[in-house]
């Protein structure tokens, strides 16, 4: 009896430790990028999934922490690997996968709330890029390049997710280390692009040639607040 209850406490701190890594795989609000040219987009009220292209968020950085754009994925309890896409305007509005795909009230009941991630490569961590799956049909979400339109397909598209940092805790990190280094140093200056949205291999052209970052970087003269 002592070798099963000590057998069963073994396994259930192994789940909780299981689980524990997946809650911490995603930041707390994040945008859901598609490949390299889209963003899942979520009005007020729900409705259709929508749709933007990239550089809407890359030409303002505040529009990264607008609720248009941020979602939760938010881990589901007892079933390993599978989330709820909250919309940041709603806490009770997710993604359900259907014909047409709607965000919509949310039901941890409902399978068709019911997503899985999937990591094509070995090391899963909140910057990897990975396939989002239909527990209901087992279908993956992808948006089509040409009409922009969120859809199901049944094969694993070429095309990955990934979901980037939107809390603003970087932006709120670097206005506080400027704010300090002003007051004590006015002639120093940083460049913002060195704390956030420098990733490598995500730079972008812009009409006139210049080349920019792909969450465009700001100077540290410009300290207003992000829009939420």
């Known amino acids: 009896g002592g070798l099963f209850w000590a057998a069963w406490g073994e396994t259930i701190v192994r789940d ?19 490949g390299n040219g889209w963003v899942l987009k979520s009005v007020f009220g729900g409705g259709l999934l929508q749709t933007a292209q990239r550089s809407e968020v890359e030409v303002d950085e505040n529009q990264r922490y607008k609720c248009d754009y941020r979602w ?4 589901i309890r007892g079933k390993d690997g599978e989330y709820m896409l909250r919309s940041d305007h709603h ?21 068709n709330h ?21 527990v209901a049909s087992g279908m993956y979400l992808k948006i089509d390049d040409e009409t922009g339109t969120a859809t199901l397909e049944r094969h694993a598209p070429a095309e990955l997710w990934q979901a980037r940092d939107a809390t603003g805790k970087g932006w709120k990190a670097f206005k506080k280390m400027v704010t300090k280094d002003l007051a004590t140093s006015p002639s120093s200056s940083f460049s913002r692009s060195s704390f956030v949205g420098n990733e490598p291999g995500t730079s972008r052209s812009t009409e006139g040639g210049a080349s920019s970052s792909s969450w465009a970087s700001r100077s540290s003269a410009d300290m207003s607040p992000p829009r939420r």
């Open 91 to 111: 806490p009770r509005h997710a993604v359900r996968a259907g014909i047409p795909l709607t965000v919509e009230r949310r039901d941890r009941c409902q399978i």
């Open 16 to 34: 909780k430790e299981r689980l524990g890594r997946i809650r911490m795989q995603f930041h707390e609000r994040v945008n859901l990028v598609y």
């Open 72 to 75: 939760l994925v938010e881990p």
């Open 114 to 134: 019911r997503w899985r991630v999937e990591f094509p490569d070995t090391e899963n961590t909140a910057d990897s890029p990975f396939h989002i799956r239909s």
